[in-house]
């Protein structure tokens, strides 16, 4: 689910789709209801690859301006992280070496600057990334 496309293009979807149509753009709360294992990504270069922006986008639905596209499709915080974490690491039959913090994974993972459960979706992007660890060795710290 290309959430980030949901944030810098969903204002003009709004303008061109009806809601019907909106409905099936990105439809993770269906796709979580139904049992499909939903995955973020962000269609990089076509739009920014700003996790935390994803993040938010997948659960508010949030436009540029403001405006909520189809937020009944909207997921629960847990389920964007998953998105993000495990579900993608399942897409790409990665699973057993990635996607969670295990023994034996690859500990490629990020500390944020807040708890993203701990706080509004809406304000998931004022969230800074305080290290990055990639194969358990630290390849950025703030």
């Given at each position: ?33 139904r049992g499909i294992v939903a995955v973020g990504s962000s269609d990089v ?40 974490t495990i579900n993608g690491a399942f897409a790409s039959f990665e699973e ?47």
């Amino acid at each position: 689910m290309h959430c980030v496309a949901l944030y810098e293009l969903g204002d003009s979807y709004i303008r061109n789709f009806t809601s019907e149509q909106l409905a099936c753009a990105y439809p993770g709360r269906t796709w979580f209801d139904r049992g499909i294992v939903a995955v973020g990504s962000s269609d990089v270069p076509v739009v920014d690859c700003d996790v935390l922006v994803n993040l938010r986008s997948a659960v508010t639905r949030l436009t540029a301006t403001g405006q909520r596209m189809a937020p009944e499709q909207g997921v629960t915080i847990d389920e964007a992280l998953r998105m993000f974490t495990i579900n993608g690491a399942f897409a790409s039959f990665e699973e057993t070496l990635k996607g969670t913090i295990t023994p034996g994974k690859l500990a490629d993972l990020v500390v944020l600057s807040g708890n993203p459960r701990a706080i509004p979706a809406e304000e998931l992007p004022s969230l800074s990334v305080d290290m990055t660890v990639v194969d358990g060795r630290v390849v950025y710290e703030r």
